[in-house]
C-alpha cells in the first residue's frame, strides 16, 4: 500500500477529522462518524483532544462528484475556525503542484471498529469509527436531568405525554431514536423520519410549515402535547405546542432562559447574560429584565 500524502476517504454524506497528520509524520488517525450533525461535532472535538475535523455537509455549498455535499472545518475547541486559519488553508491550496491517493484502503463506515493500515513512506495509519450518538448522549445526561423528564413523560394519571418528533431522514434521526425512545420512553411510532438517507427520502428536509406539512398537520388533530422537526444536519428546528401553535425560535430561547433554574447545567454556572443575534426578537430581552440579568 503506498502513498505520499494522507489517504482520501472522504465520500458523500460522510463525516470525519485527521487528528494527527503533520509534516514531521506522526502517526496519522482519524476518526469517521456517520450520520454527524454539525453542531454535535463539537463535542467528540472536545473529548478526543484532536487538532480538527472535516465535516462534509449536505446543507451548503454543493461539492463533490455528483454535487451532493459541502465541506466545513472545525478546530479544537469544537467551533468553526477563525478567518486567519481558513486563510491560510486556502494559500496552501495555491501551492499544491500534486497529490496522491492511497486506493487499497476500505473501510466499512457502517460498523463501529478499529483498523489499521501500514502506508508506503507514511508508516501507520488508523481509522476507528465510533459512535458519536454514545458520545453525544453522555454529554446531554450531564445538562439535562434524564430521570426527571421520563418521569415527566409518563404523564399525570397514566395518560402519557406525546411528543411528534420528524427528523426527515436528515442527521437526527439517531440521536432522536436513542434519547427520546430509549431514555426518555416516548412512542417509537411518534419518530418520523428517523433512518437518515443521502437524498433525505425525496423529501426537502426544511422544518417549516410548508415542508413539514405532515407533522402540522397531525398535530392539528390535537391528540399530540407537543411537536418538533429538524432540518439536514440538526441545526435548524421547527417547535409546535398543542394543536400545532407554533412556537417561533425566538421564543423557544426565551423559554429556555425563564427556566434555566430548572436545568442542572446552569444551576452549577454562575449565568451571567444571555446572548442573541440581531434578528432575535427580544422576549428573551424581557426575560432578562425579569431575571436581573444582563441581555447581550
Not at 81 to 100: F, G, L, N, R, W
Not at 109 to 126: A, C, S, W
Not at 191 to 202: I, N, Q, S, W
Not at 257 to 280: E, L, Q, W
Request: aromatic letters at 8%; proline letters at 7%.
Amino acid at each position: 500500500m503506498s502513498s505520499d500524502r494522507l489517504p482520501s476517504l472522504m465520500e458523500p454524506f460522510h463525516q470525519l477529522h485527521s487528528s494527527t497528520y503533520e509534516v514531521d509524520k506522526r502517526q496519522p488517525l482519524m476518526y469517521v462518524y456517520f450520520p454527524l450533525s454539525p453542531p454535535i461535532i463539537s463535542t467528540p472535538l472536545r473529548n478526543l483532544k484532536v487538532d480538527g475535523g472535516i465535516i462534509l455537509t449536505a446543507s451548503h455549498n454543493p461539492g463533490g462528484p455528483k454535487g451532493d455535499f459541502g465541506i466545513k472545518f472545525n478546530c479544537e475547541n469544537g467551533g468553526p475556525v477563525p478567518d486567519h486559519v481558513t486563510d491560510a488553508i486556502h494559500k496552501i491550496t495555491t501551492e499544491i503542484s500534486s497529490y496522491s491517493i492511497c486506493r487499497d484502503i476500505n473501510v466499512d463506515t457502517g460498523i463501529i471498529g478499529h483498523h489499521e493500515f501500514d502506508v508506503d513512506g507514511m508508516g501507520k495509519y488508523i481509522v476507528d469509527v465510533i459512535d458519536s450518538v454514545e458520545d453525544y448522549v453522555e454529554l446531554m445526561k450531564t445538562i439535562f436531568d434524564f430521570p426527571s423528564m421520563r418521569e415527566y413523560m409518563k404523564g399525570l394519571g397514566g395518560n402519557q405525554l406525546r411528543i411528534l418528533i420528524d427528523s426527515m431522514h436528515g442527521a437526527t434521526g439517531p440521536y432522536v431514536s436513542t434519547i427520546f425512545n430509549d431514555l426518555l420512553g416516548c412512542v417509537g411510532t411518534d419518530l418520523l423520519r428517523t433512518v437518515p438517507k443521502p437524498d433525505f427520502g425525496g423529501c426537502h428536509p426544511d422544518p417549516n410549515l410548508t415542508y413539514a406539512k405532515d407533522l402540522v398537520d397531525r398535530m392539528r388533530v390535537g391528540e399530540v402535547d407537543m411537536g418538533a422537526a429538524f432540518d439536514g444536519d440538526g441545526d435548524r428546528n421547527m417547535i409546535l405546542g398543542k394543536s400545532a401553535f407554533f412556537v417561533c425560535p425566538s421564543d423557544s430561547l426565551a423559554v429556555i432562559a425563564n427556566h434555566i433554574d430548572c436545568i442542572p447545567y446552569f444551576k452549577n454556572i454562575n449565568v451571567a447574560g444571555f446572548a442573541r443575534s440581531m434578528p432575535t426578537a427580544v422576549a428573551v430581552d424581557l426575560v432578562a429584565k425579569k431575571k436581573r440579568i444582563e441581555g447581550i
